[in-house]
Nanobody, 120 residues
Framework: QVQVVESGGGLVQAGGSLRLSCAAS????????MGWYRQAPGKQRELVAR???????NYADSVKGRFTISRDNAKNTVYLQMDSLKPEDTAVYYC??????????????WGQGTQVTVSS
């Protein structure tokens, strides 16, 4: 089993910043991908940013230049620094990790989500 715990959401004014954290633990041999997704009311969940083993990163076009994803391999933790926040960034943000487990398989796990609200 793999546990994923997010923290750092909250309420911020437009133009402000927030930093999300996500820690993975459990039966992990190696973490291949760590990423952030978000889901706004009435919309589908979408990829925000992800970082792949080896530090390759992908960003949604809507957040490029404003959000930065990073990871601490020693802590099995991924961060999402969100700057210049806009009201349209308001959503529940979910952390997703893809790991190779001690049983030899690959497992994708989600966190419980953290609310980010940006007021105008």
């Amino acid at each position: 089993q793999v546990q994923v715990v997010e923290s750092g959401g909250g309420l911020v004014q437009a133009g402000g910043s927030l930093r999300l954290s996500c820690a993975a633990s459990g039966s992990i041999v190696v973490i291949n991908v760590m990423g952030w997704y978000r889901q706004a009311p009435g919309k589908q969940r979408e990829l925000v940013a992800r970082i792949i083993r080896g530090d390759s990163t992908n960003y949604a076009d809507s957040v490029k230049g404003r959000f930065t994803i990073s990871r601490d391999n020693a802590k099995n933790t991924v961060y999402l620094q969100m700057d210049s926040l806009k009201p349209e960034d308001t959503a529940v943000y979910y952390c997703n990790v893809v790991v190779r487990t001690t049983l030899g398989g690959t497992l994708a796990s989600w966190g419980q989500g953290t609310q980010v609200t940006v007021s105008s």
